[in-house]
């Protein structure tokens, strides 16, 4: 099985701040990989699906990149509804799993 | 618009079984892929299984730790897909998601989830 690791696991930060989020992958996995953002107590939001390609409706300060065991999301300027965790996933093949998630949190 | 929505969760004894329900609108869920998503309290998010299309002859994947115990099955006439779920364990207490899949390039990501249901085992 593909094991995805995130890192931070946690991640203290000011609104206007940039930061980054990175997905390891135990092997390759071309570049199907999504992030996604959750908070508390509700259902994950779709946010980015082929490692780089924002799904529709979502801010251009999220981006995404990478391909083959690394990945990395960007938010460029964080806002208050940014803070959230959140996870990777990946498609590549069967069976499917998380990363642990990152927990990004208002400094 | 699309809209998924769980039920079935609920308290059960260590070693019994549930079936959960994830009814759709907006679309029909025989021509999408879909999955269970689980989520055990305070942790993250673990991947349960997928059900295909009727395209692909609604063939099934299983994560693991469910394999040989979870069910994904579907039903075209009440546009719903279903977990079922036996030999239950304390493990398998989690926020049930269910989530429909979208078609980029090759792979079915999960554009669309439930809002999930609660399933509790414990004696």
């Known amino acids: 099985d593909i094991q995805l690791t995130q890192s931070p696991s946690f991640l203290s930060a000011s609104v206007g701040d940039r930061v980054t989020i990175t997905c390891r992958a135990s092997?390759?996995?071309?570049?199907?990989l999504a992030w996604y953002q959750q908070k508390p107590g509700k259902a994950p939001k779709f946010l980015i699906y082929d490692a780089s390609t924002l799904q529709s409706g979502v801010p251009s300060r999220f981006s995404g990149s990478g391909s083959g065991t690394e990945f990395t999301l960007t938010i460029s300027s964080l806002q208050p509804e940014d803070f959230a965790t959140y996870y990777c996933q990946h498609f590549n093949n069967y069976p499917i799993t998380f990363g642990q998630g990152t927990r990004l949190e208002i400094k | 618009e699309v809209q998924l929505v769980e039920s079935g969760g609920g308290l059960v004894q260590p070693g019994g079984s549930l079936r959960l329900s994830c009814a759709a609108s907006?679309?029909?869920?025989?021509?999408?892929?879909a999955d269970w998503v689980r989520q055990a309290p305070g942790k993250g998010l673990e991947w349960v299984g997928r059900?295909?299309?009727?395209?692909?002859?609604?063939?099934?994947e299983y994560a693991a730790s469910v394999k040989g115990r979870f069910i994904i099955s579907s039903d075209d006439s009440k546009n719903s897909m279903y977990l079922q779920m036996n030999s239950l364990t304390i493990e398998d207490t989690a926020v049930y998601y269910c989530a429909r899949g979208i078609k980029y390039t090759e792979v079915y990501y999960l554009a669309y989830w439930g809002q999930g249901t609660l399933v509790t085992v414990s004696s």
């Open positions: 059900i295909r299309d009727k395209a692909h002859s609604y063939t099934t």
């Open positions: 907006g679309f029909t869920f025989s021509d999408h892929y």
């Open positions: 092997q390759g996995i071309s570049r199907y």
